[in-house]
């Protein structure tokens, strides 16, 4: 049972769009991807620097174009996967990829998304560190005093911090026995208290959707690990999650439990793969970086 990954904000390095707009269709499609979302992906993705990259009105919906334009060229002629989960933003080109939605609804309330997050961080300076190692117990507990959330718990021993930026240092300066503190190239506190006020934006954009099924291969939900059955949960959950945990360690554990034999990014990948070889011991993956690397996950799907 093979899973497809579709990765987070931080995934995205200069120019890295660039060898997959070589593929049939690929430059038409990103330009349509574009404008539904109101940002130039085609410069975002090849020519823009990591600065520009970096603003979340410009990152997550160039992620999500990124993952949707693998996940076409990856299913356009293999073996379908048993499932389909996202991290954070990824969620809605697993939204996509599934057919709860249309590609283009994703791409257009991710637009929405990245400006009232970005909205959203400019109220406090905030932002995000990776706590590495030491007792879960423990990081949470620092965490906690110094006023910070666990915005994602990634498994592998990784727990996300968020808050205010001072706070960040402070938890850096006092981290955690055994645990390392590396701050996030992000600009806010996703998944917090933080981002409250971007919900209401994002509900709208999601409830004028016309067309919503039922997922058409397995969904999994970051928010608890577990398959979303209903198109209308999925999209529910979509709102939930900007202010909430992502829980991609509950994610990987079901994963586990479902007895998955492989999984696969999708670009802009590396991440995921990264926590999977130490979530999921053992478990083949391939990260989808150019389109050089599909052959490898085709063949991990007819394996």
């Known amino acids: 049972m093979i899973v497809v990954a579709c990765p987070g904000q931080g995934s995205q390095t200069p120019g890295f769009l660039a060898p997959w707009l070589e593929l049939d269709g690929a430059r038409e499609s990103i330009a349509a991807f574009g404008e539904a979302s109101g940002v130039d992906l085609l410069a975002a993705g090849t020519e823009w620097d990591a600065d520009q990259i970096r603003d979340t009105r410009v990152a997550q919906p160039l992620i999500v174009a990124a993952s949707l334009l693998s996940w076409n060229a990856l299913t356009a002629d293999a073996t379908p996967p048993a499932g389909v989960a996202g991290h954070s933003v990824g969620e809605l080109a697993a939204l996509g990829a599934t057919g709860v939605i249309s590609q283009d609804d994703a791409v257009r309330i991710v637009g929405t998304r990245g400006r ?36 994602n718990f990634n498994g592998g021993g990784q727990i996300v911090a968020a808050g205010a930026k001072e706070n960040l240092v402070s938890l850096g300066e006092n981290a955690p026995r055994g645990a390392r503190v590396v ?13 409250a006020s971007a919900r209401e934006e994002l509900r709208s954009a999601v409830d004028s959707v016309a067309d919503v099924n039922d997922p058409s291969i397995t969904l999994w939900s970051n928010s608890d690990g577990k398959p979303v059955d209903t198109g209308a949960r ?22 586990v439990e479902r007895g998955i034999t492989g999984i696969i990014e999708l670009a802009p990948a590396g991440a995921l793969v990264g926590l999977a070889k130490r979530g999921l011991r053992g478990v083949p993956s391939v990260a989808v970086k150019t389109p050089d690397d599909l052959t490898a996950a085709r063949e991990l799907l007819a394996a």
């Open 234 to 255: 999925a999209l529910d959950l979509i709102v939930h999650q900007i202010s909430n945990p992502v829980r991609w360690d509950l994610t990987m554990a079901e994963f």
């Open 183 to 195: 701050p996030l190239q992000v600009a806010g506190a996703f998944h917090t208290r933080y981002m």
């Open 116 to 151: 009232a997050m970005a909205d959203a961080a400019a109220r406090v300076e905030t932002g995000m560190s990776a706590v590495v190692g030491g007792v879960e117990e423990q990081v949470l507990q620092a965490i906690a005093e110094n006023d910070l959330e666990p915005a």
